[in-house]
């Protein structure tokens, strides 16, 4: 009779077990070399610009500074200054900063909401969904961006605070729709059953046992929903619909090319930004399809 040492025991076991999901994300990541050349690369934007920021004294930053008006990039003034005689530099530093955490936290908010009346919607089914899915389907055809414009166009006064909050009033839809459609599929399974059948709380069957069966899928989501939040934040901010301009984002730099002078004489005003937005935005869309193939084992190049 063959005896396997406790060893070989843990071994066989350790191995037996599935990976986690970041382990997945891992993987995917490291056999896509796009993938991992952007998770770098942004890994290393985000970095330099929240240390760097957090050096950095807004308060003096935003002050006019009329003898430094348009000054070319130097070795003081590496990015050289604005109309105002600010320092671009400290300006592109801030305003990455400041549009990547308005981005997250957009969705992050969005993500909430989404998630707990998609998994309300999906769970229950019936009446309640079909009221649900009502509100969302008359909400859907309310046209997102001219209500956001309109919104922020009648406040007085506005901040960074008010803008997230608008931009989550409108932004939670897709998530919705998604978990959703997904709980509806767990729902019907026999997990879910046998759960309602030993009277478990229904919310307990919701967050505890559903909703970890899709985070990944909606890890996904909120991934690919970042690199549009920071498109959404810097085009209305470019419009003029976005933070105020005492804000730097990256939306305010870009802004500059609206001006025919720093458009064709001065191109540190506003290229910087814009080559920094593109660069995140295609860093974040490719790190997200590294981690929707992670999701689906049909997809999965590792």
């Keep these: 009779?063959?005896?396997?040492?406790?060893?070989?025991?843990?071994?066989?076991?350790?191995?037996?077990?599935?990976?986690?999901?970041?382990?997945?994300?891992?993987?995917?990541?490291?056999?896509?070399?796009y993938a991992?050349?952007?998770?770098?690369?942004?890994?290393?934007?985000?970095?330099?610009?929240?240390?760097?920021?957090?050096?950095?004294?807004?308060?003096?930053?935003?002050?006019?500074?009329?003898?430094?008006?348009?000054?070319?990039?130097?070795?003081?003034?590496?990015?050289?200054?604005?109309?105002?005689?600010?320092?671009?530099?400290?300006?592109?530093?801030?305003?990455?900063?400041?549009?990547?955490?308005?981005?997250?936290?957009?969705?992050?908010l969005?993500?909430?909401?989404?998630?707990?009346?998609?998994?309300?919607?999906?769970?229950?089914?019936?009446?309640?969904?079909?009221v649900i899915m009502r509100i969302l389907d008359?909400?859907?055809?309310?046209?997102?961006?001219?209500?956001?414009?309109?919104?922020?166009?009648?406040?007085p006064k506005y901040n960074v605070f008010t803008f997230v909050m608008v931009m989550t009033v409108f932004g939670w839809l897709g998530d919705a729709r998604l978990t959703r459609a997904k709980t509806l599929q767990q729902s019907n399974l026999d997990y879910v059953k046998a759960s309602k059948t030993l009277?478990?709380?229904n919310f307990i069957i919701m967050f505890r046992e559903v909703l970890p069966n899709i985070g990944s899928l909606i890890i996904v989501n909120?991934?690919?929903n970042l690199a549009a939040n920071m498109g959404l934040e810097t085009g209305l901010t470019f419009l003029g619909f976005g933070l105020p301009f005492s804000t730097p984002s990256l939306g305010t730099l870009i802004s500059y090319a609206s001006v025919p002078e720093n458009m064709q004489n001065r191109?540190?005003?506003w290229l910087p930004a814009s080559l920094l937005i593109v660069v995140m935005m295609l860093c974040i869309n490719f790190?997200?399809?590294?981690?929707?193939?992670?999701?689906?084992?049909k997809q999965r190049v590792a």
Excluded at 42 to 62: E, H, K, P, R, Y
Excluded at 287 to 297: C, N, S, W, Y
């Design 267 to 269: 191109p540190w005003q």
């Design 199 to 201: 009277g478990t709380n």
């Design 1 to 33: 009779m063959k005896v396997l040492s406790p060893t070989t025991d843990s071994i066989s076991d350790s191995s037996s077990q599935p990976p986690s999901f970041g382990k997945l994300v891992w993987k995917e990541i490291k056999h896509d070399k």
């Design 138 to 155: 008359f909400y859907a055809m309310l046209p997102r961006l001219m209500f956001i414009i309109v919104i922020i166009s009648i406040i």
């Design 287 to 297: 790190v997200g399809q590294a981690v929707k193939r992670a999701a689906d084992a």
């Design 36 to 108: 991992l050349i952007s998770f770098l690369i942004l890994m290393a934007i985000l970095v330099t610009v929240f240390i760097g920021a957090s050096f950095i004294d807004s308060s003096t930053t935003t002050k006019v500074n009329l003898a430094l008006i348009n000054k070319a990039p130097s070795a003081k003034f590496m990015l050289g200054t604005d109309g105002s005689g600010r320092d671009m530099l400290t300006q592109l530093l801030l305003g990455a900063r400041n549009s990547f955490l308005i981005a997250f936290g957009v969705t992050i």
């Design 110 to 130: 969005c993500g909430i909401i989404g998630i707990f009346v998609g998994l309300s919607s999906g769970y229950f089914g019936g009446r309640v969904d079909n």
């Design 222 to 224: 909120l991934t690919l």
